[in-house]
């Protein structure tokens, strides 16, 4: 199995609701990560994971909550966001937990919309 | 910030003809890749060629990488109307905490 799947994939929030983003994997990957990325815009990394722990936060604001609750999952919660916060939320995986030394497994994405 | 910086940012093709795609980087690498992304999908690894590797191919592409000029090419030959997608080249920029930075990509469109 070669998938990370990600759900919902797309999601309409209001700036006061409280969602969570959910990823899986189960090809045995030790790293897992969240980008966002904006239309016409690259991914930009906001959390890294490495053996369920946070190894990287990019300076994210605090109304996104990374969790890891086994080396198969991650989600990300999301609190009182604000409209610039809508764009598509990847997750990505990697075997070793070396993040810019190994191939990366996107999933789909998440569409989010925050109105 | 990016590290990568792709050259051309658009590129249309006809089908069957080649499609090459440059990225240019500033400081030293572990690791240069380059992912696919189709519209509105997540990303494909496409091809990885670390820093003492001067060319790798898979299929119908073929990656060089010059460090002496920090530079590297991603060529599709025979290009299908499938190919249509954003490309990115993504660097691991030597060091500790190393982490994958993306450049701004570029956008092919092979025309039937």
């Known amino acids: 199995d070669t998938e990370v799947t990600q759900t919902p994939k797309h999601l309409v929030m209001g700036m006061t609701n409280k969602k969570s983003l959910k990823c899986e994997q189960h090809?045995?990957?030790?790293?897992m990560y969240w980008y966002k990325q904006k239309a016409k815009k690259p991914p930009e990394l906001m959390f890294v994971?490495?053996?369920?722990?946070?190894?990287i936060n990019e300076s994210v604001p605090s109304r996104f909550s990374p969790e890891c609750p086994n080396s198969s999952l991650l989600n990300l919660h999301l609190h009182a966001l604000q409209p610039e916060d809508s764009a598509l939320y990847l997750c990505?995986?990697?075997?070793?937990?070396?993040?810019?030394?190994?191939?990366?497994?996107f999933g789909p994405g998440t569409r989010l919309l925050v109105l | 910030s990016q590290q990568g910086e792709e050259d051309p940012q658009a590129l249309s093709i006809q089908e069957g003809e080649n499609a090459t795609m440059n990225c240019s980087y500033k400081?030293?690498?572990?690791?240069l890749q380059w992912y696919r992304q189709n519209s509105g999908r997540g990303l494909v690894h496409l091809i990885l060629?670390?820093?003492?590797?001067r060319e790798k191919h898979s299929g119908r592409l073929r990656v060089t990488l010059d460090t002496s000029k920090k530079s590297s090419s991603l060529l599709i030959t025979a290009s299908r109307a499938a190919d249509t997608a954003s490309y990115f080249c993504?660097?691991?920029?030597?060091?500790?905490?190393?982490?994958?930075?993306f450049g701004k990509g570029i956008t092919l469109s092979v025309r039937p």
């Open positions: 994971y490495s053996y369920e722990k946070l190894s």
């Open positions: 990505a995986s990697s075997q070793e937990g070396w993040p810019g030394r190994e191939t990366q497994y």
């Open positions: 090809m045995g990957h030790r790293a």
């Open positions: 060629i670390r820093s003492n590797e």
């Open positions: 400081t030293s690498i572990n690791n």
């Open positions: 993504a660097t691991d920029v030597s060091g500790a905490n190393s982490k994958l930075t």
